[in-house]
């Protein structure tokens, strides 16, 4: 793994800088603090801002609505959106996720109809795999789609899906061969979210952002929906889990946790005791860890190099990170931080601590990422040595 950073990195982040710190973002962010919408707060025009500027997928390539830079420069957006407070969930599902797979397996007319809309957040994307009886598993799902003439005829549900309320169109799984294995009548589409026979429900959450339950009743989508061939979801879905699963989302909101508790923790006057700065050393090496194990797994991405359980290894460790660090600092600065009125650092703390509990389990659950690791280990069906 190469350790420098180049030139252009610490450029770009120096332009981040310059566009989150401008007052027109400050503006768009209290908005989305406000939270006019009664939900978790609509964080589009935000984006829409930070896209005009061009900064939000600096790894595509240009042609894409990119720069055509390092994988680092992502890593640097994604710390600075984080320590900014601004939410990055949205970003991470549409941009990270659901736009690398396009880029990486969409057909050529998707990438050019898509991928400048979607960096410049003039389209917003979701994922809509997981069904009410069918988390983990998704081989399970039973969503389906039908022939119907020249299109397809979509019914099921899908639920526990983040920021669906704001997604222009969505990535989903359904069954288009009820008679073949699991795995082999999985087929994805992309469906336009305000097609008739679409309706979106918020599912509150403990966490700041709301899940959603969202149903498909003689959901009518044309061909060009269809997001590769008919059966071939599941490598599709496999291929999508590589990327998203780096960890790089949790290692920067764990960082930045880490960060203001190390403040407080630290600040003139205090007297943290040796238990104290002990836990301190012990997950700031943790989360460099992180970082270097989300890194690794974004650069063989880079690289075309692709490893299921080496994504699945540091999206555990990230995540596993991030929630013991939420649950140390509450530990270790007591019960203040959850105290109304205090500063924005402390909030931040609160709501990490309400949030830390679905860390292990969304994005892939932690059982299920050892799952993986194990038998790549056993088995030998990573693509590194056993």
Not at 18 to 27: D, W
Not at 55 to 83: C, H, N
Request: net charge negative; aromatic share 6%.
């Amino acid at each position: 793994m190469e350790f420098d950073i180049p030139r252009e990195t610490a450029d770009f982040a120096a332009e981040v800088d310059e566009v989150l710190n401008s007052p027109e973002t400050a503006r768009l962010l209290a908005a989305v603090r406000a939270r006019e919408d009664g939900l978790d707060g609509d964080v589009r025009e935000l984006y829409r801002h930070l896209g005009s500027a061009g900064i939000l997928a600096p790894s595509w390539p240009a042609e894409y609505g990119g720069r055509d830079a390092d994988f680092t420069a992502t890593v640097a957006l994604l710390e600075k959106l984080v320590a900014r407070g601004i939410p990055q969930n949205l970003y991470c599902i549409s941009v990270l996720n659901v736009g690398s797979l396009i880029l990486a397996s969409g057909s050529e007319q998707q990438r050019k109809t898509l991928l400048p809309a979607m960096a410049a957040a003039q389209r917003i994307a979701c994922i809509l795999f997981t069904e009410p009886g069918n988390g983990s598993d998704l081989a399970g799902i039973t969503t389906s789609a039908t022939r119907d003439g020249d299109g397809w005829v979509i019914n099921g549900r899908k639920t526990y899906n983040l920021k669906s309320a704001y997604a222009d169109l969505a990535l989903c799984a359904v069954r288009t061969d009820p008679n073949s294995s699991q795995y082999e009548g999985i087929t994805l589409f992309l469906v336009p979210l305000d097609a008739p026979g679409v309706t979106i429900r918020p599912l509150p959450s403990l966490a700041d952002e709301h899940f959603n339950d969202i149903w498909f009743t003689d959901v009518r989508v044309d061909d060009d929906a269809l997001f590769g061939t008919t059966g071939e979801g599941w490598s599709l879905i496999t291929q999508m889990f590589a990327a998203e699963r780096t960890g790089l989302d949790y290692y920067a909101r764990g960082r930045h946790w880490l960060d203001l508790a190390a403040e407080r923790l630290t600040a003139p006057g205090g007297q943290p005791s040796d238990t104290a700065l002990a836990g301190l050393a012990r997950h700031r090496i943790r989360i460099e860890a992180s970082k270097l194990l989300s890194c690794q797994v974004l650069q063989n991405l880079q690289e075309g190099n692709a490893d299921i359980a080496e994504s699945s290894f540091a999206k555990w460790h990230c995540s596993e990170t991030a929630q013991r660090i939420a649950w140390w600092a509450l530990d270790t600065l007591g019960p203040g931080v959850l105290e109304p009125g205090t500063d924005a650092g402390a909030r931040t703390l609160e709501a990490a601590l309400r949030e830390a509990p679905g860390m292990t389990i969304s994005g892939g659950a932690s059982e299920v990422m050892l799952d993986i690791v194990s038998s790549a280990r056993v088995f030998g069906t990573g693509n590194g040595e056993d």
